[in-house]
């Protein structure tokens, strides 16, 4: 069953969109999931023919394609509370505005909308991204939340977020969140909250990343097989645990690279996520769109991990789904 390999431009926004372009065709990837950040796309030029045009040039330049768009940043900001000074350092001056806390919700909300229209110019039917939480403060729950306020963050949530999906059905475009924490969804019995708060709406699914569910001791492929119709896009992230009776899943605010942390992102094929089974259940549920590398590693060198990423997902990519097998043989005459 093969599938694009793409590479998430997001931890490589620091870089021309031009460059990133440039590395990644050099490497062999088949397209790129392009980040709504630095330079590579700007969701406000959405109407602009000749800006559009260029990103696809740049593809097109570079032997690219493009399934996908990401907009994690200024997703992360619609229904966020607080909204403080960790938004300003990553939404863009027109969404931030004068940092009144509803106004960047609201501007976040239109952004979102925008990066549907840019998306459906390109081509692309799945935006990535995050949704933010108005609940995710109340995750200790102490001091407790009570039942009616988490009723309240999902109803904020669909609020938020059934205007921005009617445009993205009006386009022809799929909102894939990230479950994540931090998020409304961030594991699986809040993957099922979510989609019942939207009310299963069918341009609203998940972008599915295994290295969350690593250091939460969630079962990803479990979560691939009962969510099989609401996965519309699958990261190939990676990340590994280092639980010795000091260090917890919590990551104790130290710095990525630390460690004395429980958690932390490798490069993916270093950690513990279970590659082979997990793609052996993409198979299963018949999943065909990209699988993305989005590279993050504190302690390795990106343009050593980002070219061994590509062959390590092109090696578990060459998975046959066993009735393929079947069929093979039992076609055969003679």
């Not at 993916?268 to 052996?280: M, S």
């Amino acid at each position: 069953m093969a599938r694009p390999i793409t590479l998430f431009t997001g931890q490589w926004a620091d870089l021309p969109f031009e460059e990133v372009a440039r590395l990644a065709g050099e490497w062999g990837y088949d397209g790129l999931e392009i980040a709504c950040w630095g330079d590579h796309i700007d969701v406000s030029r959405w109407d602009d023919a000749d800006y559009v045009q260029s990103r696809l040039d740049i593809l097109e330049r570079n032997g690219l394609k493009v399934w996908t768009i990401a907009n994690h940043l200024v997703g992360q900001a619609v229904c966020d509370d607080p909204i403080d000074e960790r938004h300003h350092d990553i939404v863009p001056p027109r969404v931030w505005g004068d940092g009144d806390a509803e106004g960047v919700r609201r501007r976040a909300a239109e952004d979102l909308k925008n990066t549907a229209r840019f998306a459906a110019k390109l081509g692309v039917k799945t935006v990535t991204g995050f949704t933010g939480s108005s609940i995710w403060k109340y995750v200790a729950m102490f001091p407790p939340a009570s039942d009616a306020m988490i009723e309240r963050g999902y109803a904020d949530f669909a609020e938020r977020w059934h205007p921005i999906l009617d445009v993205f059905e009006e386009v022809g475009v799929h909102f894939a969140l990230e479950v994540h924490p931090s998020e409304i969804a961030y594991d699986y019995w809040t993957a099922k909250k979510t989609l019942e708060a939207i009310g299963h709406r069918k341009s609203f699914g998940f972008n599915f990343d295994p290295s969350h569910f690593v250091w939460q001791q969630l079962d990803s492929v479990a979560f691939v097989l009962d969510f099989a119709e609401h996965i519309l896009h699958v990261h190939c992230k990676e990340s590994t645990t280092n639980l010795d009776g000091r260090n917890g899943v919590l990551g104790s605010h130290l710095s990525w690279d630390n460690p004395r942390r429980g958690w932390t992102f490798v490069s993916t094929g270093h950690g513990d996520v279970p590659w082979e089974p997990l793609f052996r259940a993409l198979n299963a549920i018949g999943y065909d769109g990209p699988t993305s590398v989005e590279w993050e590693d504190a302690g390795m060198d990106r343009l050593v991990g980002g070219p061994e990423a590509l062959a390590f997902v092109r090696k578990l990519g060459e998975i046959t789904p066993p009735h393929q097998l079947f069929d093979a043989a039992f076609s055969q005459k003679g």
